[in-house]
Nanobody
Framework: VQLQASGGGLVQAGESLRLSCKVT????????MGWYRQAPGKQRELVAT???????DSVDSVKGRFTISRDNARRFLYLQMNSLKPEDTARYYC????????WGQGTLVTVSS
């Protein structure tokens, strides 16, 4: 399985970004998926999840600001990030919920104050 995340960049606090993750080599639609992030000097953490059924969840720090979604036909996972904060600065990754796939390069999000 290959994971190709994109859409990151440098933005100012309060702005928005939409991350995309192209998933190849898997039966994408049957997997629960997640977005993860790793800030400099910190461990990778879960940000948001979406089940194969479409049910979503996210950590408290991003609730109301981030929205995870998926396009099973195109095998894409998305993360809409609004009202970005400097503490959202991290490299963002996608993976299936059990994180059994190779992580890929991720996409860097930098939020300036």
């Amino acid at each position: 399985v290959q994971l190709q995340a994109s859409g990151g960049g440098l933005v100012q606090a309060g702005e928005s970004l939409r991350l995309s993750c192209k998933v190849t080599g898997s039966n994408f639609k049957i997997f629960d998926m997640g977005w993860y992030r790793q800030a400099p000097g910190k461990q990778r953490e879960l940000v948001a999840t979406i089940a194969s059924s479409g049910t979503t969840d996210s950590v408290d720090s991003v609730k109301g600001r981030f929205t995870i979604s998926r396009d099973n036909a195109r095998r894409f996972l998305y993360l809409q990030m609004n009202s970005l904060k400097p503490e959202d600065t991290a490299r963002y990754y996608c993976n299936e919920r059990g994180t059994s796939w190779s992580w890929g390069q991720g996409t860097l999000v930098t939020v300036s104050s």
